[in-house]
């Protein structure tokens, strides 16, 4: 997998659904930071900063034996770029 030719640099809300295939416990904070880390290395967000992932609004770990998955959104934030 290449680079993106423009990596985001705008606010963004990431959601990112977890479907595993058993419900033991996860870490859902490891979880985001570890797909944060895989947009940054590959190009596709220019850093994982609060002013570029301003929320991760909806993200969840779910159960889904069958197609364990994860699904990820990105959506740009309405907010100000300004914001601290």
């Known amino acids: 997998m290449g680079n993106w030719k423009d990596p985001i640099n705008y606010p963004i809300n990431l959601k990112?659904?977890?479907?595993?295939?058993?419900?033991?416990?996860?870490?859902?904070?490891?979880?985001?930071?570890?797909?944060q880390d895989v947009l940054v290395k590959y190009g596709v967000i220019k850093d994982d900063k609060h002013n570029i992932v301003v929320s991760v609004d909806?993200?969840?770990?779910?159960?889904?034996?069958?197609?364990?998955?994860?699904?990820?959104?990105?959506?740009?934030?309405?907010?100000?770029?300004?914001?601290?």
Do not use: M, Q, W
């Open 58 to 84: 909806g993200s969840r770990v779910l159960y889904d034996r069958e197609n364990p998955r994860t699904e990820i959104y990105i959506e740009r934030s309405g907010e100000n770029e300004d914001h601290v």
């Open 16 to 35: 990112c659904l977890f479907y595993r295939k058993d419900r033991r416990g996860v870490d859902l904070s490891n979880c985001l930071e570890a797909i």
